[in-house]
C-alpha cells in the first residue's frame, strides 16, 4: 500500500529545505566553517625537566610574537575574511595589472594604434564612468591628471526569495593617471581612500590594507572595465549599423539554401528586423539564443512593392520560422523554415532574395535601440 503524505507537509518540507539551503547571511559565508572555541584555549606552560638542563630546548614550534603592524590590521576567529582576493578580469585588451610592492593598485593600459594618445583616452573613460554612477567628485587636478572622489555608493542584493539580503558599500578613492612610456601606453592607479559594508545595516568588519585593499580597489577596477567594454561593444555595434545588410545566396554548412550575410551573428541579428518587416513578414516571437525569428506573412497589395522599391514574390499568408547560424568563415547563414520546421523549397528562398532591389540593398538599415548597451 503507498501511503500519499499531506500537502501540508509536502509544503513544510519545501519550505524548511529551501530555509537550510538560502538561510547563510552574506557575511557569514565571509567566515571559516565551525566554530571559534579555539581563542579561548590557553597556551600551555613550558616543561620543566627538574634538575637537566634546557640547552636543547627547541623554538622552532613556539608561537611568534605579533608585531605592532600585525596587532593593528590583524583580525581573529570569525573576524577573519576568508574570501580569496579579487583578480583582475582584462576584457578589454591591452590591459594589464603592474606588479610592485606598492600599497596601491595600478593598472597598465597598452594602445595597438600608436597614434592614439591612450592617456587621453582612458581620461575621458573615467570621466565618464564616474557621471555614469553619479560619483561625487571632491576634487579634481587636471593638470595632475588626478581625481578624488567623495562617497561612492553600491547596492547588491544577495540570495533569493525572502532570504534576499542587501549590501551597502560604501567607499572613496583617489584615482591618478599618468603616462610612463609616451602617448601609447597609460598608467591609473587606484587608492581606496576609504570602505565600509553593511548588510542589513550591520556593520562588517573590514581592514583596508594589504590583500583586502586591493582586492577592493580591484573590484572597483573591474566594474570599470566593464563599463569601458560596454562602451566598446555600443560603439562598433553603432558603426556596423551605419553599413548595409550585405546579402547574397549560398549554402549553409549542412549544403541547404540560405541567405548569407557577410556579417558576425550580432549584427545580422540585431539588422535583419528591418528587412523582415520590409518585405511584410511580421515578427511573431524571437529567441537569440537559439537564433530564430518566428514571423507571420501578409501579402500587401500590388501597389506596395513598386511603392517601397521591391520586386513582388508570392507566398502563403502563414508562420515561417527564420533560423540565423554562425558559419566557420565568421557569417551568417539565414535559412528560411515553414511553422512545421521544414526547409522552404529553394526556389521559394530565392524568389525572396531577388525581391530586393539593388536600391535596398543600398539602404542603411538602421535600428534605433541597437545602441543599447549589451
Known sequence: ????????????????????SACARFDARTQANGDFDY?????GENYQTARFTQNEARDLYDIPVLTEQQKRIGFLSSNVDIRPPTQLIPVIDGVVLETNNSDKTTILFNAFDHTENMKDKVWELLESYIAENNIEVAAKDSRLAQIETGIFRQQQAYGSFFFSKEVLRESSYRF???????EGNA???VEALSYSEKNDNANLKVNL???SKKSIELRLVNDLLKYA??????SELQVASSQPLPIKLGYDDNNQMAWIVDADFLVSWTKLPDLLALLRFEQVDADKNLGYYLVKFKAPNAKYWPENNLNPFKLDNAEYFIQLGELDSGSTSITWLNAD????ADEKVTEIYFSITSKIRDVLLLNENQSKAL
Open 229 to 234: 567594454y560596454q562602451l566598446k561593444a555600443t
Open 209 to 211: 590594507t594589504a590583500r
Open 1 to 20: 500500500m503507498i501511503k500519499l503524505y499531506k500537502s501540508g507537509r509536502v509544503t513544510t518540507a519545501v519550505i524548511v529545505a529551501l530555509s537550510l
Open 39 to 43: 581563542v579561548q584555549t590557553p597556551l
Open 187 to 189: 598608467a591609473l592607479t
Open 341 to 344: 520546421k521544414k526547409p522552404l
Open 176 to 182: 591618478t593617471l599618468t603616462q610612463p612610456k609616451g
